[in-house]
């Protein structure tokens, strides 16, 4: 399984090093900093491995270094007992106990992985609550989902410390009610969040500095406060997702060109890779109460859907908020298998702002999956076919 994933990676970079000579595209591999400007272009050292150097200047700079793992205090991560996301997904056996601590995104995923490959998973989270960025009724159905399938997920976790022996790691903490606890496992991952990697580009020699988390400032457009300087991605504001930075970049490149591009951040979707999978692209129905938006909703189950049965797959469902006057697509959240292909026409349907009479009125493939989307539609008008 490691050996298929290393031979996937491997092809999917030679295929970004061969879109580079196709695109003719000079690739300069080394560590970037900027060493200074002047009127007509920024100058930038590009330090390669074996400690040669060599300057070269830019009139447009795109910082688009990404993220890295946050590591706790007091906990070192050595990758082999103590792991962050990239020791992770690269265990050469099994472990018998995995302690997961976080139950954010990162920290699900690796979990899920590992425990359907047969580990025992327990997770502790620090916050009280289950996937606080999700709609309620996602984070109430992953619970039940994730618990079923033999996660033990602990909220409301206060860490005391983490110590190495030779059979594992312990980790002793507090529980919600206060009370002393100690978990031993074999191995742990520290999955608490990712931060910029914006530390050693030297971005004050440019009269630029990162905020206290280590992001840097932009507007709308990506434009940093240094004229033709433009940032992307995980180092900006908004969700730390590849395919925001992407578009991010795409919007970047067109800008620099000359043309007047933009993205749309109501619609860039969320995915967590567990199995199942959830899906979500605009508001949550919390959001939607907070701001006073009145709403319909609509939801159909999978347990019910003709494809999902085929597939053994019933679990979770789509939910569709709608607008109560208008009827505009407001969000869509959906719990399934393939729910991050799914969610693709919800994010279209809310880029053209349609209705859910719009999804409800487009003829859907059977079987599929894809029509518990439009019973969702339906349902948010009290019109579902299927139910």
Known sequence: MMGRKEAIVAKMTKGIEFLFRKNKIDWLKGH???????????????????GSSEIIDAKHVVIATGSKARHLPDVEVDNVLVCD????????????????????VIGLELGSVWRRLGADVTVLEALPDFLGACDDAVAKEAWKIFTGQGLKIHLGVELDAVGRGRKGVSVAYRDADGAAAKLEVDRLIVSVGRVPNTDGLNLESIGLAPDARG???????????????????????????????????????????????????????WVIYTAPEIAWVGKTEQQLKAMGREYRSGQ??????????????????????????????????????SASDLIAEAAVAMEFRASAEDIARICHPHPSLSEALREAALASDRRALNM
Do not use: W
């Open 85 to 104: 996301n990239v020791g992770a997904l690269s265990f050469e056996s099994v472990p018998k106990r995995l302690g997961v601590i976080g139950a954010g």
């Open 300 to 337: 159909f189950p999978f347990t019910i859907n003709g494809r999902a049965l085929g597939m053994n797959a019933t679990e979770g469902f789509v939910k569709v908020l709608a607008d109560a006057e208008t009827d505009e697509v407001l969000g869509v959240h959906i719990v399934s298998a």
């Open 32 to 50: 970037g900093r900027f060493t200074g400007r002047d009127e007509d272009a920024y100058h930038l050292e590009i330090e390669a491995g074996d």
């Open 215 to 269: 992001f840097i400032e932009v507007d709308d457009h990506c434009r940093t406060h240094a004229p033709n300087v433009f940032a992307v991605g995980d180092v900006v504001r908004g969700p730390m997702l590849a395919h925001k930075g992407g578009d991010e970049g795409v919007m970047v490149a067109e800008l620099i060109a000359g043309q007047r591009p933009q993205v749309n951040y109501e619609c860039i979707p």
